[in-house]
């Protein structure tokens, strides 16, 4: 979504985050791993606004696209359906933003049973204080907080 990479955004810029974030991709569909690409659409409107459709030449042949019209990725969604029929166990998380869309959607999954895992460095906030009390305070209590170098795959 174009508009909210564009935002301002911190402790990171959302290209940052974007680059970072199809780096992660690559990696993950060289090893066999799922992608799910989770975007916004505003409930009720006739014509979403421009750029809320993903970044051009993000997504991929063989990834899951899943549009959410809550704050978070599950509620009203297949995406624990789409998950659970392909076997994951383990989610990664990135994305923008830390406090209000990756958080909503990772209390969900925590919810749901899922292993968490959240890459610092691949999700930015509207401001540095909302992202790091994510990162430091919430985050740890639900999965493991890494940096995207930190993630090693295996294909399998």
Known sequence: MDRVVALPL??????????TAEELATAFRAAGSLVVLIRVERPAVAEQPPGSGLVAGLRRDGDVEVVKRTIGGFQG??????????GVGTLVFGGIATNLGVESTARAAADLGYDLVFVEDAMAALTAPEHEASVRLDFPRLGTVVRASDVHLTRG
Do not use: H, I
């Open 10 to 19: 911190e402790p990171r810029k959302g290209t940052e985050v974007l680059a």
């Open 77 to 86: 969604t297949d995406l624990d359906q789409r998950l659970r029929e392909r």
